[in-house]
């Protein structure tokens, strides 16, 4: 198993401003992903995030938008730049430890005004 | 291309009863399914999975699924449903020879009533 912190877990923004969202884990895992939860919705994988290279982002989701860094084994943040109120959401991190079993992290709840 | 349906957005059942929330699923080839649930203001919890091997899987918090290839479903029981089983219910799906993200339905409320 993993567990996963993220910070903040929540927070309102202005239009145009920028949030960063950190996620960290209580172990080592190769691959670590960022989902989205819009209001009332299901999850939509924005990218994956691997350790020494750049994130493989889903169709819909550019790293202009949605910039990711994943500087060692435990540890990834996302940013949503520029935000609008659509980017009110819940963003998810998740890690794979082992085959076939995702963990995900508590969520950052997103209001943007 | 993968997807995932839950055709009920809401189920409600009485404290005692059995419960299903049903799932059916398209991939390409042989499927990996899992169910998470989602408890307010939490995370994603993982509940079961089913692989290979047996099709009725057997979970967490006293849940079951049973895969049905010919039905291309993998509905979640459990026979006794209690009130802190009240949560939304997340069926996900990954194709076997595909990526590595999961495709999740849309979830769907359940509501136990006391």
């Known amino acids: 198993s993993a567990v996963i912190s993220q910070k903040p877990s929540r927070d309102i923004c202005q239009r145009g401003t920028s949030l960063t969202i950190q996620c960290q884990v209580d172990?080592?895992?190769?691959?670590m992903f960022w989902y989205r939860q819009q209001p009332g919705q299901s999850l939509t994988l924005i990218a994956t995030a691997n350790q020494g290279s750049e994130a493989t982002y889903e169709s819909g989701f550019v790293i202009d938008k949605f910039p990711i860094s994943r500087p060692n084994l435990t540890f990834s943040t996302l940013t949503v730049s520029n935000m609008s109120p659509e980017d009110s959401s819940i963003y998810l991190c998740?890690?794979?430890?082992?085959?076939?079993?995702?963990?995900f992290g508590p969520g950052t709840r997103l209001t943007v005004l | 291309a993968q997807s995932v349906a839950q055709p009920e957005d809401q189920v409600n059942v009485a404290e005692g009863n059995p419960l299903t929330v049903k799932c059916t699923y398209s991939v390409s080839g042989n499927p990996y399914l899992f169910w998470y649930v989602q408890y307010p203001n939490r995370g994603l919890q993982f509940l079961l999975k089913?692989?290979?091997?047996?099709?009725l899987v057997k979970g967490s918090y006293g849940f079951e699924a049973e895969f049905n290839k010919s039905q291309t479903s993998f509905h979640l029981k459990k026979p006794s449903a209690l009130v802190s089983d009240s949560a939304l219910y997340f069926c996900a799906v990954r194709d076997r020879v595909g990526a590595n993200n999961l495709f999740f339905g849309t979830g769907t409320r359940l509501t136990v009533i006391p």
């Open positions: 089913y692989i290979t091997g047996d099709n």
């Open positions: 998740s890690v794979e430890p082992g085959r076939n079993e995702q963990f």
């Open positions: 172990s080592q895992v190769t691959m």
